[in-house]
């Protein structure tokens, strides 16, 4: 069992910059896949980036590529998401989780939620 608990959300202007942090409880952090998702109003979840266990391998979604940064701190068993040059299209719930197996890229092989923290940005 993984309990997740995304912080650092907020509101920010548009082009800012925001750091989400997701702390984890559990020994087994560092054997999962971390990905960060986000569900804005009236949409779907959708996959923004991940990262393996070992903190190497990140994949990103294409909207956010070269504007956010996912890493990870197995030693304080936390992840983290570095958000740059933000958007109001960025503006979503953003959600940590840990997949256990299948594709990264889809919600369904993620095992473990956090509750989500909300991002806005502003024009």
């Known amino acids: 069992q993984v309990q997740l608990v995304e912080s650092g959300g907020g509101l920010v202007q548009a082009g800012g910059s925001l750091r989400l942090s997701c702390a984890a409880s559990g020994p087994t952090f560092r054997s999962y896949t971390m990905g960060w998702f986000r569900q804005a109003p009236g949409k779907e979840r959708e996959f923004v980036a991940a990262?393996?266990?070992?903190?190497?391998?990140?994949y990103y979604t294409d909207s956010v590529k070269g504007r956010f940064t996912i890493s990870r701190d197995n030693a304080k068993n936390t992840v983290y998401l570095q958000m740059n040059s933000l958007k109001r299209e960025d503006t979503a719930v953003y959600h940590c989780a840990a997949r256990t197996r299948g594709s990264l890229y889809v919600a369904d092989s993620y095992i473990y939620w956090g509750q989500g923290t909300q991002v806005t940005v502003s024009s």
């Open positions: 990262i393996s266990g070992s903190g190497g391998s990140p």
